[in-house]
């Protein structure tokens, strides 16, 4: 007994298909079952449901990150992600305090300040917007605003562009862009992430790693929010914001799929998975099943009022390899929807249909106008 497998192409396996579009292909394989095969550069099995996402998210022993996807790209392989037992936990006990909802909440009015600064007037274009915004604020919760903003820039944008972009490696930018972090780190005001970071052994590759896995996360689920509100103004209000980001991270959540290699042989649903082999949990496809989630596919903020479907709802994945920057992504989304209650946000263009690349991202242009 194996797992079913979306039909190959002779010579590549599912190679080619995961290189021009996955999001279809991982469409084909969840409508074959919960759990599915592909033949990518190693073979490789897919699961979306709750069971699935337990087993794999429950086990950093078997599922590991070292041999992962994370490794394939030099902005997310290392620091923590690219940490396995028995280091990773004493490092996320390192790191946690420091990102925790509470320490995070004086990071508040700085990234209020910057939102209502950069609030913009008339037409624009909110995936632009939210990435220059979300730059801004890292540079100022990292480093209070201490960092050369056009080498921040010019590092991440590699993180917003198509495949293989992310994955090249670029050895003068890193150098340049570890050798601005060592100053950075060294200048940080006390109560930034960057002067707590700088007192851990290999704080440089974390912060490194952290803006990284920041940034275009975070951008792009500001922009998909700020397209959702655009319209409904009683979004942007203190008692409907944190279900509208909730509905937003679940219908496009920008960690679209998480990956490990399996370290043993093991068994799901009595089948064998092989050592070796690249397991995958993908939040999108869990978040749009439709026998988890009433009309999947329509923006209904109201669903949260239910309760969750254990492991059924992981924009931020979950166990002990959970994202460390969840509470602070949630307060920049948080504050920046909350700096544009009382104007009024309209739709001038675009369609919020995804695109997979190594996160989530808007697949073209979300023209709105903000009046006041
Ligand atoms: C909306 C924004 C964000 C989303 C949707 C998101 C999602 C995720 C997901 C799904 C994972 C697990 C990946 C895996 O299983 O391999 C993860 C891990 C991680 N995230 Fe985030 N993230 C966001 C923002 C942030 C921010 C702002 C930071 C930094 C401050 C951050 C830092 C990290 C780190 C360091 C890890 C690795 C944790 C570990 O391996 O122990 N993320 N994130």
């Known amino acids: 007994m194996n ?13 080619g298909r995961w290189g021009r579009a996955p999001l279809p292909l991982l469409e084909e394989g969840a409508a074959l079952g919960p759990v599915f095969r592909l033949q990518l550069w190693r073979p490789t099995v897919v699961g979306y449901s709750p069971d699935w996402n337990r087993f794999v998210l429950g086990d950093v022993l078997t599922f590991r990150s070292k041999g992962s996807m994370s490794g394939l790209s030099p902005y997310l392989g290392a620091g923590v992600v690219r940490t396995d037992e ?11 305090p420091h990102f925790t909802h ?13 939102a209502v600064r950069r609030l913009p007037l008339g037409p624009f274009d909110a995936v632009a917007w939210a990435a220059a915004t979300v730059r801004e604020i890292l540079a100022a919760t990292f480093f209070g605003g201490l960092f050369p903003p056009r ?37 940080a005001p006390s109560g930034t992430l960057g ?44 008692d409907m914001r944190e279900a509208v980001i909730d509905e937003v991270l679940r219908l496009y959540p920008a960690g679209w799929l998480g990956s490990r290699r399996c370290a043993e042989d093991t068994e799901f649903a009595g089948v064998t998975i092989a050592r070796g082999t690249l397991v995958l949990y993908s939040p999108y496809l869990t978040h749009r099943d439709p026998t988890l989630w009433k009309e999947p596919l329509s923006f209904h903020p109201g669903r949260f009022a239910d309760p969750l479907p ?63």
């Open 3 to 15: 797992f079913p497998a979306p039909k190959t192409q002779p010579g590549v396996g599912h190679l």
């Open 86 to 96: 028995p280091d990773h936990r004493p490092r996320r006990r390192e790191l946690n």
């Open 102 to 114: 509470r320490s995070v909440q004086d990071l508040r009015p700085c990234i209020a300040d910057i």
């Open 151 to 187: 080498l921040l820039a010019q590092f991440l944008r590699p993180l917003d562009r198509a495949l293989p972009a992310p994955l090249l490696r670029r050895p003068w930018l890193f150098h340049r862009m570890n050798r601005a972090l060592a100053h950075a780190l060294a200048i």
């Open 195 to 238: 002067a707590a970071l700088r007192e851990l052994p290999g704080g440089l590759e974390e912060a490194r790693v952290a803006l990284s896995a920041g940034y275009d996360t975070t951008a792009h689920t500001l922009a998909w929010l700020l397209f959702h509100a655009a319209g409904h103004p009683w979004w942007c209000e203190p």
């Open 310 to 372: 254990p492991w059924g709802y992981i924009p931020f994945a979950a166990g002990e390899r959970t994202c460390l920057g969840r509470p602070l992504a949630r307060l920049i989304l948080d504050s920046v929807l909350s700096a544009f209650a009382g104007s009024q946000l309209d739709h001038v263009q675009g369609d919020p249909r995804p695109r997979a690349a190594i996160t989530l991202a808007p697949a073209e242009p979300l023209l709105l106008r903000r009046k006041v």
